[in-house]
């Protein structure tokens, strides 16, 4: 009985990967989860929100293929704004103004604020009923506009995400690595929540929201703390919940693409997991604080199986390394060799299984060049994993912009230009059902 316990907790990380993607994967084939309710003939104004830091003249790009998308010129926006970056983005935005003066309206924030505040200001910029927030290094796929904005022809559906697919995919293993889990995780992984409609993180590289649903809870955003302490991070789970708890859905369309770079540097992909894994566990102790109303607005099964995963993920490094003082270093280290080697093994198979289908769920994606370099990646995943959690518990005093960091120069405080709407009668919004 013991050793069975023993033995679970090194494997515990296999089995979340297996229940999470490969039920994902089942749900995928035998449902239409994949598949939500679209309606291309609705066409509001869109706003597309960018917030920049540190993004140099690569900004130019994703402005340019978000003006490029499959969708009508004369009802869409970008309101980008700069937050106090170290490096020349400011200038590269000045030229992206100039070049597309009747779409793109840019802003400079006074001070270094966050991505949530520079989100707050584009929206006091915007004019669109459906707003658009995105990360300044994403291209958008031609169709991602209109894939995003036709599943609010579900009128119970508040917010809307999409794939986020990965460019430099063989760079190295890290990249590797990353490759498969953003794949995994937005074609597969989401899949059963997205069936009930209860998608618990919509990543903000895409997220696609209705304007009032925004306004709603732009202060609620803005205001998080972790007992006191400002929290910066985090904004995409949180507007995503926050947007769910008020009975709407919030879904992800596996059809609307954008790309962007996986980190390449190991001290950048760390300082990413860890940014990522304070919001998730900041987010689990605020839904079991709040388990009463979540059980009332969502329901047993989809509140179990998001809550679940993630509650003892927060607590396998506890359990593991408590496992491994109690049965002595020699056994725990063959225990934990194996299970390193099977995880090894499964990433060697989900990178053959992302060849063999990522051209036909997500069109333009890369292959891996060498699945066995995957195997490497598995192995610091696992060993990745038991520390991410520790640092991120007690770093949650920690906000930063994260890989686009650099020594700071305070710019000079820049006045937002003056709002102007052009008026602009787009189709109603369908009201929410009750």
Known sequence: MLEGVFHFWFYFPIIMVLLQFG?????????????????????????????????????????????????????????AVDDCSADDSWHWLQVAAQRWPQHVRIHRNAVNSGKHVSLSHALGQSCGDVLICI??????????????????????????????????????VLTIGQTMVY????????????LSGHVFCISGCLFAVRRPLFEQVEAEVKGRNWFGLGVRDGEDRYMTH?????????????????????????????????????????????????M????????????????????????????????????????????LIAAILTFSGLFVAAALLYNLTCHRLAPGSIRIRAPVLAAVSGAWFFVDALLITLVALFTFDVGTWGTREKPAIQPEPTSPPAHACAPVTPPPFPEQQA
């Open 23 to 79: 039920g994902g994967l089942l749900v995928r084939l035998a449902t239409r989860a994949g598949n939500p309710v679209r309606d291309y003939g609705y066409q509001p104004m869109v706003s597309v929100l960018l917030p920049v830091y540190n993004e140099g003249e690569h900004v130019l790009a994703t402005i340019d293929s978000i003006l490029d998308c499959d969708w009508p010129a004369a009802r869409l926006e970008i309101v």
């Open 135 to 172: 990360d300044s290094d994403c291209i958008f796929d031609r169709q991602a506009v209109r894939e995003l904005v036709a599943c609010f022809a579900d009128p119970q559906v508040g917010a809307v995400g999409g794939n986020i697919g990965i460019t430099n995919v063989n760079d190295n």
């Open 183 to 194: 794949y995994m995780s937005f074609q597969f992984g989401k899949m059963p929540q997205n």
């Open 242 to 290: 926050a947007i769910m708890m008020r009975g709407w859905k919030t879904i992800v369309n596996p059809h609307a693409t954008c790309w962007t770079a996986a980190p390449t540097q190991l001290a950048q992909f760390f300082s990413q997991q860890v940014r990522w894994r304070r919001s998730g566990l900041r987010d689990l102790f605020w839904t079991w604080r709040r």
């Open 292 to 335: 009463p109303e979540h059980l009332r607005l969502i329901g047993m099964l989809p509140l179990l199986a998001a809550l679940v995963p993630e509650t003892f993920t927060a607590i396998w490094s506890f359990l593991l390394i408590a496992t491994l003082l109690a049965n002595g270093i020699s056994q725990a280290a063959t225990a």
